[in-house]
């Protein structure tokens, strides 16, 4: 089990170094100059703009402003924006904020998700079966931005059950409904995995035996069924949490959350490169770290994992 998590680790080394290489080559060859448009309609002076463009490098070639990039990151220091602001104290404002929202999705999404998942699974072809196909198809189907703009009426506005923009400093029952938002498709397309995976594995021999064998209805689900089922679940759900890191955009802007999403697409408006950079590159950290932790549940749910992993 050490040598196989020790693999993995080694394997995230040159995944993250491709991933912000490629970031920072896309960023670096964006149209435009932020710089000449710090100044709006009054353009700054040369002299200044070329005392910024120094200042934060832009004047080098690009794989020197690559690895100086690298060399600052890993001394911790994560730069500033054009405007003097400190990108790390605005990051470890919004992060924790932005995490929060994604627990409350995951959870939502994992927990609700693979109950109705098992639920219609085992009911293969009942009415329970059907609502709960037609229900995911229904969520599928309407784009977030509409979710979320109808809960925000709904629950905002006319039942003022929760307010309609969340602000700074949100709780965590402030961040409850923006939460289930943002993991609503997530939550269906659980749901529909885990009920393929549920339906297919209780068709199987072994079930069928361990039932004709006298153990009782839970104990079989639980460690026949949900044991084979969950193994495309976990990775959907770990490599989705990556997904909803970069995905609370749309979520954050629409109840006004000062999250990663929120300050990404905030720096992809005023061309603040570093910072789109600086973001993109943390969330690439936790889609590999939360990549890392699917495949160590793998060998635990599945320890043939381990051994072929050693071959």
Do not use: C
Not at 117 to 136: A, E, H
């Amino acid at each position: 089990m050490t040598w196989y998590v020790l693999r993995r680790v080694l394997q995230m080394i040159p995944v993250f170094f491709g991933a912000t290489l490629l970031v920072y080559f896309m960023v670096f060859f964006m149209p435009g100059d932020p710089i000449a448009a710090l100044g709006g309609d009054k353009p700054l002076p040369e002299a200044a703009q070329a005392r910024l463009r120094e200042e934060f490098n832009l004047d080098k070639p690009f794989l020197v402003q690559y690895f100086l990039y690298l060399a600052n990151i890993f001394q911790g220091d994560l730069g500033s924006t054009f405007r003097g602001q400190s990108i790390s104290r605005q990051l470890a404002d919004a992060f924790p904020i932005t995490i929060r929202l994604a627990i409350i999705a995951i959870v939502f999404e994992a927990v609700l998700g693979i109950a109705a998942g098992v639920i219609s699974g085992l009911r293969k072809g009942t009415w329970i079966d059907t609502t709960f196909l037609m229900l995911s198809l229904l969520v599928i189907a309407v784009p977030t931005f509409v979710l979320g703009f109808v809960a925000q009426f709904v629950l905002g506005v006319q039942l003022r059950v929760m307010p309609v923009n969340v602000g700074r400093d949100p709780s965590w029952e402030n961040l409850l409904v923006p939460g289930m938002v943002l993991g609503a498709v997530s939550f269906a397309y659980v749901l529909r995995l885990t009920r393929t995976q549920v339906a297919e594995v209780a068709a199987q021999d072994h079930v069928r035996t361990a039932t004709a064998k006298g153990l009782p209805r839970h104990r079989v689900v639980s460690a026949h069924v949900l044991r084979n089922s969950l193994i495309p679940v976990i990775t959907y759900i770990g490599i989705d949490l990556g997904m909803l890191m970069g995905g609370a955009i749309v979520t954050e802007s629409i109840f006004n959350i000062p999250g990663i999403g929120f300050h990404l697409w905030d720096a992809i408006r005023a061309g603040e490169n570093t910072k789109v950079v600086t973001i993109v590159t943390l969330l690439v950290t936790v889609f590999v770290i939360a990549n890392l932790i699917v495949d160590i549940l793998y060998a635990l749910l599945d320890p043939r994992i381990r051994y072929v992993s050693k071959s």
